[in-house]
């Protein structure tokens, strides 16, 4: 997601029992935290949902609700199933199509087994309810004044509206059959299935499947009066095998095609870069998400002001795509494959989601608008990490933050894109695309670590990165260089370049190589400089006195640095 603002994230009492789920599909264990060292298992896990929602006229509220949980047994015997949901009153529970005894309360609904349950055992799980959820679906007019409602779940806001086990690991495929006024158009994950309207005329019902699993906080339902807009890439004979569309106000409708004019060759790029797109649809939504974007798998959602004009600015300057909006629309779209199809297993690993959409955005930017404009897009990323750090220092592996929403941070985002931003620049272009298309062939559908990232670049690229990984992502700071270089001649043959590295940043050196490059009135020399502590001093051939020494001068490595010559003797 983009997050313009930070949005205070009010404690959840199942924060606890969601980060002992960690390893669901794999029944792993969590990694070592410094609260939480114990190793915890969960005794279940859901498989597939079934969401039936029926909508009041003015979209205040759920008259009718019905979710159904393919549920699979992990862990015998099973006696009660802990589900996390919100305060909606429920009508009703069965299990195997037999009432059962549930309670609830502090947000979660625990369901008393008819009979317990054995391991490899499926059940058949269904809740019904009704109400105003008091958060997760959001109802609210859109900017033309129209009734809506939006699914709005990161982090783990999804059990307000739709009872589940509310944590990225619990992936699952899902169906939603919704009805809703006859003015309104649904959007939901996956396949638009069926549109049928109610005997009275007065209602439609539709009904989407997603046959891939997703994450519960992107499961999405918007529902509201919008205008469709097609991309003529999508109309035309030759058209791409994914469906795309865009749902705006229609007040905005004409504003729709240019502000989503990075779409398509965004899908395009990712496509050619990773993987096939790996949903049956997409769409982009201006809809109602506390965040600047929403990455809900097939139906991204964006704040409502997307598209909105500059009143006060020359007509013809009054709405114009700028960069910004290019690159939340390419952010968002990169989620699609990672965050959404490749997810992270924990909290702790919010990188693999934030860090690539970020970095894969730049990508994006500097193939559409070449390397000059890509070298300030990370130059951006690196001043929005620094001024970060200033404030706080901790691993871009974070296993001390509770309040999840505090992680949408520049260690997630930022720093997260310069970590692969280095490691391309480190392996090389074939190694590092082919690490990491190894590595989404190998989770997508699934969920995935910082050290499955780590070893999928292992085998692409034959290099050991436990010390980079150690230092850049489990380790915190950024490093501090002062380099001081002095050339003395040496006879008839030229001279020597003395440089001399020092690291000032308070926490251990970093050990990255670095790239140097010498400015020589006959052309230029390339150098390695590779530290090995605080302090390192290397000495190398070169022909005359430089007229300048550049560190790092192709900007492949995070840092704060300064260059002097040495004064003369």
């Not at 806001?157 to 169906?175: C, E, F, M, Q, S």
């Not at 997703?214 to 999508?234: H, L």
């Not at 970020?358 to 001024?387: I, P």
């Not at 790092?552 to 840092?559: A, R, V």
């Amino acid at each position: 997601m983009v997050t313009l603002m930070q949005t205070p994230h009010k404690y959840n009492p199942q924060l606890k029992r969601a980060l002992a789920y960690t390893l669901l599909c794999l029944l792993c264990t969590l990694p070592a935290r410094a609260a939480r060292t114990e190793r915890l298992a969960v005794n279940w896990r859901p498989l597939h949902y079934d969401v039936a929602l029926t909508f009041d006229d003015q979209l205040s509220a759920l008259t009718r609700a019905e979710t159904r949980i393919t549920v699979l047994v992990l862990r015998a015997p099973l006696s009660v199933l802990d589900l996390d949901f919100g305060a909606l009153p429920v009508d009703g529970v069965l299990v195997d199509a037999e009432p059962a005894r549930f309670e609830q309360a502090a947000g979660r609904l625990n369901i008393t087994l008819p009979r317990p349950a054995q391991a490899q055992t499926r059940l058949a799980v269904s809740i019904t309810y009704h109400g105003r959820p008091a958060d997760g679906l959001i109802l609210v007019n859109d900017k033309d004044g129209h009734p809506s409602a939006t699914g709005d779940n990161w982090p783990d806001r999804v059990h307000n509206w739709i009872p589940t086990l509310d944590h990225p690991a619990a992936k699952a495929t899902v169906n939603f059959t919704v009805t809703a006024p006859a003015r309104d158009t649904v959007v939901a994950n996956g396949r638009l299935l069926g549109l049928l309207p109610t005997p009275d005329g007065q209602r439609r019902t539709w009904t989407f499947s997603e046959a891939a699993p997703v994450p519960p906080y992107c499961m999405i339902v918007v529902v509201g009066e919008f205008a469709e807009v097609v991309p003529p890439e999508t109309l035309a004979a030759d058209k791409p095998a994914v469906p795309l569309a865009y749902y705006v106000a229609p007040s905005e409708q004409s504003l729709a095609l240019a502000g989503f004019s990075a779409a398509p060759p965004a899908l395009k790029f990712f496509t050619q870069t990773v993987a096939p797109y790996p949903y049956e649809k997409l769409a982009h939504i201006i809809g109602a998400t506390r965040f600047g974007g929403m990455e809900n798998t097939s139906a991204i959602v964006y704040q409502s002001t997307l598209l909105a004009p500059r009143p006060n600015a020359p007509v013809s300057q009054r709405f114009q795509i700028g960069r910004s909006l290019v690159e939340i629309v390419a952010h968002e779209t990169a989620h699609q494959w990672f965050g959404d199809a490749v997810t992270p297993a924990t909290w702790a690993d919010l990188w693999l989601s934030e860090g690539f959409a970020n970095y894969f955005a730049g990508l994006f930017v500097a193939q559409a608008e070449g390397a000059d404009v890509f070298r300030q897009y990370m130059r951006r990323q690196a001043e929005t990490y620094l001024t970060y750090e200033r404030k706080r220092r901790a691993p871009i592996y974070d296993t001390e933050t509770e309040r999840l929403n505090s992680l949408l941070n520049a260690n997630n985002y930022q720093k997260g894109s310069w970590v692969l931003h280095m490691l391309r620049a480190q392996l090389g272009d074939a190694a590092f695309f082919a690490g990491l298309r190894h590595y989404y062939h190998a989770h997508a559908g699934a969920n995935a670590t910082t050290e499955d990232l780590r070893r999928a670049l292992e085998h692409a690229s034959g290099r050991s990165l436990r010390a980079f990984f150690a230092r850049w992502v489990y380790g915190s700071g950024h490093p501090q260089y002062e380099l001081n270089w002095a050339w003395r001649r040496r006879g008839r043959q030229g001279g020597t370049l003395a440089l001399t590295l020092k690291q000032t940043q308070p926490d251990e050196p970093f050990l990255t190589p670095l790239p140097v490059k010498v400015v020589l009135e006959q052309g230029e020399q390339r150098l390695t400089l590779r530290p090995a502590g605080r302090t390192t001093v290397a000495r190398f051939p070169v022909a005359e006195r430089p007229t300048e020494v550049q560190l790092d001068p192709d900007e492949t490595i995070l840092k704060e640095a300064s260059v002097t010559e040495q004064a003369k003797q």
